[in-house]
């Protein structure tokens, strides 16, 4: 794990009674998700006695263990092990997805309000977002809705202050210095910069969401008329 010493000693803080969260911070950047994935990928390869899942947030990580097997102490200790031990390779060995978008237009109505913003045209704010490299931090708000890092900085304008009622599924929205794709249609507040055709949730597929904390994903401009 890239743990430095300058960076801020995690806390570790009881879920229930049978769930431990390690906090890492509480800024939204790339450099805490990744010290939170790079603990979920340590976890995975030497789990202690009793660790039953892990959920990874953009600051923290939820490890929930079977009460029969371990305690909160004795997990913590060797929670406490892991991050203060040496350095491992990051959580990043998850998969690389190209994912196709249709910038701007009906399937991207805030493209031209975040590149005004940004100070940017319309092509140059695709250009930078295809540009960039992005990793999945976490899912959540919808089942399989993914929160990429990796959203250059001029593009990290707020939430629209008005939300739509209803964002068509595969919506690709940036906010707050991240980028999320819809799932499925669903009310929300995120500005929509454009549109996928890939279908990224299906409940009856095993896993049910294609993306997982840990991929990175580069997107694709496309011409859907095209």
Not at 59 to 64: A, G
Not at 107 to 131: F, I, K, N, Q
Not at 146 to 169: D, I, K, M, N, S
């Amino acid at each position: 794990m890239s743990f430095v010493p300058s960076q801020p000693t995690p806390r570790f803080l009881a879920a229930a009674d049978a769930a431990v969260v390690v906090e890492f911070g509480d800024a939204v950047d790339e450099a805490l998700s990744a010290r939170v994935l790079a603990l979920e990928a340590a976890l995975r390869r030497r789990p202690p006695p009793g660790v039953v899942e892990t959920v990874p947030t953009l600051r923290s990580l939820l490890v929930l263990y079977d009460v029969l097997v371990t305690g909160h102490d004795a997990l913590v200790a060797a929670l406490r092990e892991l991050v203060s031990g040496p350095p491992e390779a990051p959580g990043g060995g998850g998969a690389e997805w190209s994912i196709p978008v249709d910038y701007g237009g009906e399937a991207g109505p805030d493209l031209e309000e975040v590149a005004a913003a940004a100070g940017m045209s319309p092509a140059a704010t695709v250009a930078a977002h295809t540009g960039a490299l992005h990793r999945v931090a976490m899912l959540g708000h919808l089942p399989g809705l993914p929160y990429l890092t990796g959203l250059p900085a001029a593009l990290g304008l707020g939430r629209h202050p008005e939300p739509r009622v209803r964002v068509a599924a595969g919506s690709v929205a940036v906010a707050g210095g991240l980028t999320c794709i819809y799932p499925v249609a669903a009310p929300g507040g995120w500005r929509i910069i454009g549109r996928t055709p890939a279908r990224l949730f299906d409940p009856a597929a095993a896993p049910p969401a294609v993306l997982a904390p840990g991929d990175r994903v580069r997107f694709v401009a496309v011409d859907a008329a095209g």
